[in-house]
């Protein structure tokens, strides 16, 4: 089962920008996607061809909003972190039995209003995800969580310390999960060396020169890192799609995987 993350930063305008074609190059099992941007009936489809979709949109047109395409059956469990979600951030389904979630961060880089938003967010996702711990089924959660955990995960770590994203406390958070027992199913595939980046900024030359952050995440339990076999970011999409690439992780069938949890080192 191949599983992709996507900030897609607005469907409609992707599905202009050679959204499509990446899909059918990664050939997702299932479809996390951030930042959607629109109510399901502004969109050309209500259901798109191949996949089975929910949706999660804000309240707020123009705004926000997550959704979760699977092939095959799938079922919606909830919306938000056990309270109201008006900014359409987090949505659970369940599918061929793996538990998914899609979950879309706010972002603190707009000012000290924002950064304590953000800041809120993350202080109730923490208990709300451990909770899922529990499960014994395999749990994923995936999307752009809008922060770079490590300095391997940013292109330049000393000038970024002071900008949301990257800030000390953002980055215990998300150590903070990983010690809750979370695993950063990425970055235990691809291993020690800087990057991969999954989202670059359009001042400069950021994307032609790589200059990027990691801020697009697949965590999973125990059960879920015991089956991921393969990893991969398609910078591609990152540059004529999205601000974001799609990130995927391969799961091995029920009983296929090594039964072993891929740990990177400090």
Same mark, same amino acid.
């Given at each position: 089962?191949?599983?992709?993350?996507? =900030?897609?930063?607005?469907? /409609?305008?992707?599905?202009?920008? =050679?959204?499509?074609?990446?899909?059918?190059?990664?050939?997702?099992?299932?479809?996390?996607?951030?930042?959607? /941007?629109?109510?399901?009936?502004?969109?050309?489809?209500?259901?798109?061809?191949?996949?089975?979709?929910?949706? =999660?949109?804000?309240?707020?047109?123009?705004?926000?909003?997550?959704?979760?395409?699977?092939?095959? /059956?799938?079922?919606?469990?909830?919306?938000?972190?056990?309270?109201?979600?008006?900014?359409? +951030?987090?949505?659970?389904?369940?599918?061929?039995?793996?538990?998914?979630?899609? %979950?879309?961060?706010?972002?603190?880089?707009?000012?000290?209003?924002?950064? %304590?938003?953000?800041?809120?967010?993350?202080?109730?996702?923490?208990?709300?995800?451990?909770?899922?711990?529990?499960?014994?089924?395999?749990?994923?959660?995936?999307?752009?969580?809008?922060?770079?955990?490590?300095?391997?995960?940013?292109?330049?770590?000393?000038?970024?310390?002071?900008?949301?994203?990257?800030?000390?406390?953002?980055?215990?958070?998300?150590?903070?999960?990983?010690?809750?027992?979370? $695993?950063?199913?990425?970055?235990?595939? $691809?291993?020690?060396?800087?990057?991969?980046?999954?989202?670059?900024? =359009?001042?400069?030359?950021?994307?032609?020169?790589?200059?990027?952050?990691?801020?697009?995440?697949?965590?999973?339990?125990?059960?879920?890192?015991?089956?991921?076999?393969?990893?991969?970011?398609? +910078?591609?999409?990152?540059?004529?799609?999205?601000?974001? !690439?799609? $990130?995927?992780?391969?799961? !091995?069938?029920?009983?296929?995987?090594?039964?072993? $949890?891929?740990?990177?080192?400090?």
């Amino acid at each position: 089962m191949r599983i992709t993350t996507w =900030n897609v930063n607005g469907l /409609r305008a992707a599905l202009s920008k =050679n959204f499509q074609r990446h899909v059918r190059r990664i050939g997702p099992d299932v479809l996390l996607l951030q930042e959607v /941007r629109a109510l399901p009936e502004q969109l050309p489809f209500r259901k798109p061809r191949g996949f089975h979709a929910h949706w =999660n949109p804000a309240e707020k047109k123009g705004y926000s909003g997550v959704a979760v395409w699977t092939r095959g /059956r799938s079922e919606r469990i909830a919306t938000g972190l056990g309270t109201d979600d008006p900014e359409g +951030r987090v949505l659970m389904v369940d599918v061929h039995g793996v538990r998914v979630i899609s %979950a879309y961060g706010p972002s603190g880089s707009s000012g000290p209003e924002a950064q %304590a938003r953000k800041d809120l967010w993350m202080e109730a996702f923490r208990p709300w995800a451990a909770a899922l711990l529990a499960e014994d089924r395999p749990v994923i959660v995936g999307g752009d969580l809008n922060v770079a955990p490590t300095e391997r995960d940013i292109h330049d770590p000393r000038g970024n310390k002071n900008n949301s994203g990257f800030l000390p406390h953002e980055r215990q958070w998300f150590a903070d999960l990983l010690d809750d027992g979370w $695993v950063d199913l990425v970055r235990a595939q $691809v291993g020690e060396a800087q990057g991969p980046y999954s989202w670059w900024s =359009n001042r400069g030359k950021a994307r032609e020169l790589d200059r990027g952050w990691r801020i697009d995440h697949l965590l999973g339990n125990r059960a879920a890192a015991e089956r991921v076999v393969g990893a991969e970011i398609l +910078r591609q999409g990152g540059l004529d799609t999205s601000d974001h !690439a799609p $990130v995927s992780i391969v799961l !091995a069938q029920d009983g296929e995987g090594t039964g072993e $949890v891929a740990t990177p080192s400090p």
